[in-house]
């Protein structure tokens, strides 16, 4: 079926002044102007709405996000009182032997940053088990029943018996806790959580699976659950496990990488960095990949034409990476390395040095603008943990885009919300102004940048002739810097030729 797409305002340098567009086989056929439009077996009347490619989130957990959307949200919480009584209003719901999962508390928000005890959750919880993980998911709190559930936590590191837990320990806890979420659960978690990104006009996401972070059932399950037959976006895959590129592609995923941990995050002081945090002097973070492990790992990707990729936010992760990269290379060939797009999620401290390397291996950033947006400046998280002076150089968008690094936007769901547009804008107006990008390149890292950052040739991102048929429909508004600034409602998601979600 032909369907005719007219009385808009298409966003496509290949016809500026196009109002309507024709999908034929689930590809963009024609481009033009009302007048000149040919016939069509449906006319869908866009009613002055502004034609887009969707968007492509880079970095998102399903199963996570399904669960926050459905589940306990505690970004809204300022103080510990405000978590236990999030924690007792919820547990009500649950039967005594449930387990209660949370997500989203940011003490760096607190006027006072005390947070509950492990005890004060088990009593709030009626007894129940708990686990809250922290806004970067890279620690949590838990109840005293979930601490007792395994008697090996207190010996991990990164163990306390406040119930603030991170590195091994925290793996631990949230292993038990998700252990907890059936397949049912699982599946329909999922499915809101793709659903709703449809509504944003997200036509694909990236899905960061691995061992530390979720299941393999979890991860074929998301796999499996994408594309327009189920209503979904697309799902393109990565598994993060150290040396596992063959496992990784029997699995279905796309790539050996996404969350394989070259150290943790900021706000829980595990990202590694080259100098001790500001409010924690004498730590570094947690380092948790040598050079050499990436340089295998990166040859083992190669050996399976996978391309590979790490999470590595501070510096003295990223520097690993890139050396590790950099021993691949001298394997591999520079041009091989180059070819394979491998990438790094988050990159958040890192200089001209480092970008420079980037540049060289031909290495993709990942990258979620919504992290300044939250936590950048002079005064909010990044600054309490680096110091003023280091928070202002991170997320350094316009460097690494002035360069030639390919970016690819993200969420990092449910880190920060789905939240495409706003995405854009925290890109616009980083709190550093030499680290801002223009609007056009902002929303091309959000949409061409998510096709350019999966392996191979991919198609997608433009709304051209020849191109697939993968585009959002949005409010009227006049241009993309107006829809920045406004963020207009989706009418429309369609992908491959077929809609998705419609109001």
Not at 256 to 275: I, N, Q
Request: aromatic share 6%.
């Amino acid at each position: 079926m032909s369907v005719l797409y007219r009385s808009g305002v298409v966003h496509s340098a290949a016809d500026p002044r196009a109002t309507a567009l024709l999908v034929v086989d689930g590809k963009i056929a024609w481009l033009g102007a009302d007048d000149d439009a040919p016939s069509a077996d449906r006319v869908v009347d866009l009613d002055g709405g502004l034609v887009t490619p969707a968007f492509v989130d880079a970095h998102v957990h399903a199963t996570s996000t399904g669960l926050n959307l459905a589940g306990l949200d505690l970004t809204a919480a300022r103080s510990a009182r405000d978590v236990l009584d999030a924690v007792a209003a919820k547990a009500g719901e649950l039967p005594a032997d449930g387990v209660l999962l949370g997500h989203g508390w940011d003490e760096s928000t607190w006027e006072s940053p005390e947070l509950p005890s492990a005890h004060e959750i088990g009593v709030a919880a009626g007894g129940r088990r708990v686990y809250l993980s922290q806004v970067s998911v890279h620690s949590a709190l838990v109840s005293s029943a979930l601490l007792e559930a395994d008697p090996t936590i207190t010996a991990a590191a990164g163990f306390d018996s406040s119930g603030w837990l991170r590195v091994d320990a925290h793996h631990t806890v949230r292993d038990l806790a998700l252990a907890s979420v059936t397949p049912a659960q699982r599946r329909h978690a999922q499915h809101v959580a793709l659903a709703h990104a449809a509504t944003l006009g997200i036509g694909a996401v990236h899905e960061c699976g691995g061992p530390r972070i979720s299941s393999e059932d979890d991860f074929t399950d998301v796999l499996a659950a994408g594309g327009p037959a189920h209503g979904h976006p697309e799902v393109f895959g990565y598994w993060g496990e150290l040396g596992a590129a063959a496992k990784a592609r029997e699995l279905g995923a796309v790539g050996a990488g996404g969350d394989l941990f070259a150290d943790g995050a900021l706000g829980s002081r595990t990202a590694y960095l080259e100098h001790a945090y500001a409010d924690e002097p004498g730590s570094r973070g947690h380092g948790y990949l040598t050079a050499a492990q990436v340089r295998d790992h990166l040859l083992d990707c190669h050996a399976h034409g996978m391309q590979g990729g790490f999470h590595a936010i501070g510096d003295a992760a990223i520097g690993a990476v890139l050396a590790g990269i950099g021993e691949a290379a001298e394997k591999v060939g520079n041009e091989a390395v180059r070819a394979a797009r491998h990438r790094i999620e988050h990159a958040e401290l890192l200089d001209r040095t480092l970008i420079a390397r980037m540049v060289e291996h031909g290495v993709v950033a990942s990258v979620q603008p919504a992290f300044d947006r939250l936590w950048g400046g002079g005064t909010r998280m990044y600054a309490a943990r680096l110091g003023r002076e280091r928070a202002l150089t991170a997320n350094p968008f316009a460097a690494m885009h002035n360069v030639g690094v390919p970016l690819a936007f993200g969420s990092d769901a449910p880190v920060t919300p789905l939240d495409p547009w706003g995405t854009v804008r925290a890109a616009v107006h980083h709190h550093t102004p030499h680290s801002r990008m223009g609007v056009r390149a902002a929303f091309a890292a959000h949409t061409r940048g998510g096709w350019r950052a999966l392996p191979g040739t991919v198609a997608g991102g433009a709304v051209e002739p020849g191109a697939p048929a993968t585009f959002a429909v949005w409010d009227a508004v006049a241009d993309l810097a107006a829809a920045v600034e406004s963020t207009p409602v989706c009418r429309r998601t369609v992908v491959h030729g077929s809609t998705i979600h419609d109001i």
